[in-house]
Nanobody
Framework: QVQLVESGGGLVQPGGSLRLSCAASGFTFSRYVMKWYRQAPGKERELVAGIRSADGSTNYADSVKGRFTISRDNAKNTVYLQMNSLKPEETAVYYC????????WGQGTQVTVSS
């Protein structure tokens, strides 16, 4: 069965950092584009970052450029999101997403940025 399991979320103070992980199984992870989305209360889900399979090229939402880094380890079937200088407005559930022929979503992990 296909699984995307996020971890690493939690409570962090403004300006702090978190590293999210997404462990994948049940599909050919190395072939898939991997993305991170987030959804804040009352708002639509938005794309945060993406990383391609073969060349590892990345893209980011303008709001996170320079602060967030997406990476992947195909040997571990895991994609990461390093988040630095976090802001309160970035409080959201963060979701891992895989896409190629099929589309898969993780269950999400809560990130709360608050004093």
């Amino acid at each position: 069965q296909v699984q995307l399991v996020e971890s690493g979320g939690g409570l962090v103070q403004p300006g702090g950092s978190l590293r999210l992980s997404c462990a994948a199984s049940g599909f050919t992870f190395s072939r898939y584009v991997m993305k991170w989305y987030r959804q804040a209360p009352g708002k639509e889900r938005e794309l945060v970052a993406g990383i391609r399979s073969a060349d590892g090229s990345t893209n980011y939402a303008d709001s996170v450029k320079g602060r967030f880094t997406i990476s992947r380890d195909n040997a571990k079937n895991t994609v990461y999101l390093q988040m630095n200088s976090l802001k309160p407005e970035e409080t959201a559930v963060y979701y891992c997403y895989a896409v190629l022929w099929n589309q898969y979503w993780g269950q999400g992990t809560q990130v709360t940025v608050s004093s």
